[in-house]
């Protein structure tokens, strides 16, 4: 068997590889990076963005493409004929962010953004949740049905840690500098799903291969759901273990953190709603009961990334945290800081410029 990766070399796709190359599948894996093959897998550096990148790598056809790339809408119209006539199984990586808010546990069948939002401004923009909900749509209705849909939620790994809109390079810093963390109040107590990489890849693995998988959608995301303060309880005490910090939170309004942070849409139609997904229709090809629970996932990551973390001057926006530092009423060193422009960018901020 013959396998295609576009784009995987993230959260998911790292385990995903790994599964493939255990499994002995030929596994062909495209990565803007040059990376060194191992076993039954090989890089292709390049990007898959391109047409004649992706033209040259179809050239032979695939028992399966797993597509982790984010198109454009008008850009993957154009390439999924040709990536579904080269493969007896296309996997597009969705979002559960697609869903629209929901009373009850969401299935492949609740409600999505796209097809019941009523903010025009909202609906006219390319955000994550619509370009996702779109290309969606163009499988649904294409004449081929060698395609299957995975929608997995909020996954983590050793290097991606979220916090809300958070990525770790805006929490996880301030939190070992001594600085509050800023949160958005009405955030903290929202009900959320998160999932290792690992399972969602088993997840995907599952289905590869399955005919009964074709032209169907799936959740791929852990049974438990906790809150965002549970989270941050967890990250807490894993800091604290580790290196003897005790991080602070700062919980403030929703305008006052959104004056630090962009992510307008990502917050209103998709964090601020709390999100607690069914795995029954998954259930049939993995068991997801056993997927590791969200706590001991997330200590495990956060601990494994503080052993080797790396700190440099690409990883933290000096110019958010001087917004951050604006609402917590701190300040940072500027030892800490190492470059003129940095200081800059957050000196400008934190006085509200």
Not at 24 to 43: D, H, L
Not at 139 to 151: A, G, P, Q
Not at 260 to 284: C, P, T, V, W
Request: glycine share 6%; aromatic share 12%; hydrophobic share 35%.
């Amino acid at each position: 068997m013959k396998a295609l990766i576009l784009g995987g070399t993230g959260a998911i796709g790292q385990h995903l590889v790994n599964i493939l190359s255990q499994s002995n599948i030929e596994t062909f894996v495209t990565s803007r990076k040059s990376r060194e093959s191992f076993g039954t897998v090989k890089f292709i550096q390049g990007n898959a963005q391109e047409d004649e990148f992706l033209i040259s790598l179809l050239n032979q056809k695939f028992d399966m493409i797993v597509d982790f790339m984010v198109y454009s809408t008008i850009d993957f119209s154009k390439k999924i004929n040709l990536l579904l006539q080269n493969t007896n199984q296309y996997v597009y990586i969705s979002s559960s962010r697609v869903y629209a808010k929901s009373n009850v546990v969401l299935t492949e069948n609740s409600p999505r953004l796209l097809d019941v939002c009523e903010d025009k401004k909202y609906l006219s923009t390319e955000e994550y949740a619509l370009i996702k909900a779109r290309q969606e749509d163009i499988l649904f209705n294409n004449k081929r049905i060698n395609w299957t849909i995975v929608r997995p939620y909020i996954t983590y790994s050793n290097n991606r840690l979220q916090f809300g809109l958070l990525e770790k390079e805006g929490w996880l810093y301030r939190a070992l500098y001594g600085h509050k963390v800023v949160f958005p109040v009405d955030l903290f107590e929202k009900k959320t799903t998160l999932t290792h990489g690992y399972d969602v890849a088993r997840g995907v693995f599952s289905i590869l291969g399955q005919e009964s998988a074709l032209s169907n959608a799936f959740h791929i995301t852990n049974d438990i759901s906790i809150t965002w303060s549970d989270v941050w309880n967890c990250y807490k005490q894993t800091i604290l273990h580790l290196t003897s910090k005790d991080p602070e939170i700062f919980l403030c309004g929703i305008k006052e953190f959104e004056k630090a942070h962009k992510g307008f849409y990502q917050l209103h139609y998709d964090r601020m709603y709390d999100r607690l997904f069914s795995n029954e229709k998954i259930k049939k090809y993995i068991d997801t009961s056993g997927f590791i629970h969200p706590a001991e996932g997330l200590n495990t990551c956060l601990s494994d990334f503080l052993s080797n973390l790396p700190i440099g001057e690409s990883l933290i926006s000096y110019g958010s945290e001087g917004s951050k530092d604006r609402i917590s009423k701190e300040y940072w060193n500027f030892s800490d800081i190492r470059s003129l422009k940095n200081i800059f960018k957050y000196t400008i901020r934190r006085i509200g410029l």
